[in-house]
């Protein structure tokens, strides 16, 4: 991995579970930060009376302290493995999602949440599949198998089931993507996701966008199904293909902000600081 600082992260409002970790919990105990006093009748814990309290009550109360207790949350890497994640052009695309996951199942590891990993392309993809774990060697692992997995596949279908894999309480779901694909179907994986904390994290690579000539004969490969087509490029090509890749991309990010966070883009370079703030202002 490129950097060895954490990624620093939170789910948004308070979460229940009963692991101890480092989130702010809906649970209410012996332990933690402290919230209130209440009549030991509401709360009755003989281990926490406030004794100064109880001495200051006007109505004679015992007065029991209550802490706001913090609990752990498991955290998801779905990953696109289409072909198109196999672009290489300042950087290659799939290292960098490698180095991102890898950071991430530390960051997760130290803390004392579950980190867990499911990839996808048509389908589910079984050799990229990590069942939720708290391992300190689970870093290595998720990176190793990402860095030699095959990013072959011609369709993201299988996005909707890796959505619908993330069952039971709230958890924070990263989807990791190029997001080269069709609207309907990120809407599916969004409402599938609803219910849990959903980041969405775009890999871009900023060749993808040079300025592309007025004139002249171009070759495109499909990523996606490595056919080729020769193109003459013109001023008025150039600038409909620009509009609907403005479009595209505003209709992405509607959607994303409908069900989530506005998306975390990485291009060319994992910038581990940058992540985490932006994760931390959301």
């Known amino acids: 991995?490129?950097?060895?600082?954490?990624?620093?992260?939170?789910?948004?409002?308070?979460?229940?579970?009963?692991?101890?970790?480092?989130?702010?919990?809906?649970?209410?105990?012996?332990?933690?930060?402290?919230?209130?006093?209440?009549?030991?009748?509401?709360?009755?814990?003989?281990?926490?009376?406030?004794?100064?309290?109880?001495?200051?009550?006007?109505?004679?109360?015992?007065?029991?302290?209550?802490?706001?207790?913090?609990?752990?949350?498991?955290?998801?890497?779905?990953?696109?493995?289409?072909?198109?994640?196999?672009?290489?052009?300042?950087?290659?695309?799939?290292?960098?999602?490698?180095?991102?996951?890898?950071?991430?199942?530390?960051?997760?590891?130290?803390?004392?949440?579950?980190?867990?990993?499911?990839?996808?392309?048509?389908?589910?993809?079984?050799?990229?599949?990590?069942?939720?774990?708290?391992?300190?060697?689970?870093?290595?692992?998720?990176?190793?198998?990402?860095?030699?997995?095959?990013w072959s596949g011609r369709n993201a279908d299988g996005l909707i089931e890796a959505a619908r894999c993330v069952a039971g309480k709230r958890k924070i779901v990263f989807v990791i993507s190029d997001f080269l694909l069709p609207l309907d179907m990120l809407n599916s994986a969004c409402e599938a996701l609803s219910r849990h904390d959903l980041i969405p994290v775009v890999i871009n690579d900023s060749s993808e966008n040079e300025a592309l000539p007025d004139w002249g004969l171009m070759e495109l490969t499909d990523l996606e199904t490595g056919q080729c087509k020769i193109v003459f490029m013109r001023p008025a090509l150039k600038r409909r293909w620009r509009e609907q890749a403005a479009e595209r991309q505003a209709g992405i990010k509607r959607t994303l902000l409908r069900f989530g966070r506005a998306p975390i883009v990485i291009s060319d370079a994992l910038d581990v600081d940058r992540i985490s703030r932006q994760l931390m202002e959301a």
């Open 1 to 150: 991995m490129t950097e060895a600082r954490d990624i620093h992260y939170r789910p948004r409002g308070r979460i229940s579970g009963l692991r101890a970790g480092a989130h702010s919990s809906l649970g209410i105990g012996a332990f933690g930060t402290f919230r209130d006093q209440v009549p030991f009748m509401a709360h009755p814990d003989a281990r926490r009376i406030d004794v100064r309290g109880t001495l200051r009550d006007p109505f004679a109360n015992t007065l029991v302290r209550r802490f706001q207790q913090r609990s752990a949350i498991d955290v998801y890497a779905l990953v696109d493995l289409t072909r198109s994640l196999s672009y290489e052009g300042r950087a290659r695309k799939q290292d960098l999602v490698a180095e991102l996951c890898g950071a991430l199942a530390r960051s997760v590891v130290r803390s004392g949440d579950r980190f867990a990993l499911i990839g996808f392309d048509s389908g589910i993809r079984e050799d990229c599949v990590i069942l939720p774990n708290r391992r300190l060697g689970a870093t290595l692992e998720v990176e190793a198998r990402l860095r030699q997995a095959e």
